[in-house]
Nanobody
Framework: QVKLTESGGGSVQAGGSLTLSCTAS??????MAWFRQAPGKEREGVAA????????SYADSVKGRFTIARDNAKNTLYLHMNNLKPEDTAMYYC???????????????WGPGTQVTVSS
C-alpha cells in the first residue's frame, strides 16, 4: 500500500491561507482526496481529484475557497486553502482510494495527518 505523508498545516487567523501537501514516492494512479476531522466530529471528505481527466469535487462547505491539485512530476497532492474559517480547524488527511462520486474509500487506513488551526 502506498505510504502518504501530509504536511503544511499550521495556525492562521480567519481569512488567511494555507497549502497542504501530500507526498509519496510515487502517487498512485487512483482517485485521491483530502479528508478532515475536527474534535468531537466525524471525519468528512473535503476535496477529491479524479485520476480520469483531473476532474475535481468539493464538499459544499469549502467550495470556492479550497482547491485540490496534483503534480505528478513532484508526486504531490495539494490542498490550497483560502479564506479560512474557524470551522475549518481540523486534522487533515490525504487518501489514495476514494470511490469517485462518494466520500467512501476502498480501505480504512489513515496517515498521521496535518493539523490546521484557524483562530477568529
Amino acid at each position: 500500500q502506498v505510504k502518504l505523508t501530509e504536511s503544511g498545516g499550521g495556525s492562521v487567523q480567519a481569512g488567511g491561507s494555507l497549502t497542504l501537501s501530500c507526498t509519496a514516492s510515487k502517487l498512485p494512479d487512483r482517485h485521491m482526496a483530502w479528508f478532515r476531522q475536527a474534535p468531537g466530529k466525524e471525519r468528512e471528505g473535503v476535496a477529491a481529484f479524479s485520476s480520469i481527466g483531473g476532474i475535481t469535487s468539493y464538499a459544499d462547505s469549502v467550495k470556492g475557497r479550497f482547491t485540490i491539485a496534483r503534480d505528478n512530476a513532484k508526486n504531490t497532492l495539494y490542498l490550497h486553502m483560502n479564506n479560512l474559517k474557524p470551522e475549518d480547524t481540523a486534522m487533515y488527511y490525504c487518501v489514495p482510494d476514494v470511490i469517485w462520486g462518494t466520500w467512501r474509500r476502498s480501505s480504512n487506513s489513515w496517515g498521521p495527518g496535518t493539523q490546521v488551526t484557524v483562530s477568529s
